[in-house]
Nanobody
């Protein structure tokens, strides 16, 4: 499966953005899907994830209550709605997918995901 992320840009603190990740190659309704981000000069970090057959969405504490992840299986697309953006949200955001139902304890580990989209840059000015 190929992933294509888009929607990044330059915004001011308090603004909103919606990132989109479109998948092609095969249906990924039963994939575990996630968003990760890599701030400038820092390690990649987990943002949010969803698993097929699981009604929960899992978020990093730093984005909980501000970001909402969703998926549209009919469109083979996942989204990340980001509200109340802060300068510390500045990062390259990447989507990831894996055909396995990743166990909860491993969900936040980037090494668990086989497929990655290219990053889309989000810059939040103060």
């Amino acid at each position: 499966v190929q992933l294509q992320a888009s929607g990044g840009g330059l915004v001011q603190a308090g603004d909103s953005l919606r990132l989109t990740c479109a998948a092609s190659g095969q249906p990924f309704s039963r994939y575990t899907v996630a968003w990760f981000r890599q701030p400038p000069g820092k390690e990649r970090e987990f943002v949010a994830a969803m698993r097929w057959g699981d009604t929960n969405t899992y978020y990093a504490d730093s984005v909980k209550g501000r970001f909402t992840m969703s998926r549209d299986n009919a469109k083979n697309t996942i989204y990340l709605q980001m509200n109340s953006l802060k300068p510390e949200d500045t990062a390259a955001y990447s989507c990831a997918a894996d055909p396995n139902r990743i166990i909860l304890s491993a969900l936040r580990s980037s090494g668990q995901y086989d497929y990655w989209g290219q990053g889309t840059l989000v810059t939040v000015s103060s």
